[in-house]
């Protein structure tokens, strides 16, 4: 599933939670859960929304609720020296988002 992000800052729906995905050294997509439905946050109805930075993420949901909020990063380490990728080396960082949102 596809969400634009207009869509989502004019709907204002309460975030289940988003997966700021973390890609080489400055590209960052967001997969969201909405109502139990999850996929990537898109800038048309083609493209998936490039962010440059964590603060323009923060910025673009900074009027939204957000249950939970996790910033990922894949390693290529592993991949890059042959070895092998077990365990997995994905970094997963708990960060905030959006509104305060108590339940």
């Known amino acids: 599933m596809n969400y634009q992000l207009t ?3 004019r709907d204002k729906p309460v975030f289940e939670q988003v997966w700021v995905l973390s890609y080489e050294m400055s ?3 967001v997969q ?3 109502d139990g439905n999850r996929g990537l946050v898109y800038a048309n109805d083609s493209n998936p929304m490039r ?3 964590l603060e323009q993420v923060r910025n673009a949901f900074s009027d939204l609720v957000v249950k939970q909020a996790e910033l990922i990063h894949h390693s290529a380490y592993d991949e890059m020296i042959g070895a092998a990728q077990e ?3 994905t970094m997963r960082l708990p960060i905030r988002l959006g509104l305060e949102h108590s339940l």
């Open 87 to 89: 365990p997995d080396n």
């Open 7 to 9: 869509s989502l800052q």
């Open 32 to 34: 969201i859960s909405v």
């Open 27 to 29: 590209v960052y997509l």
């Open 51 to 53: 962010f440059t930075s």
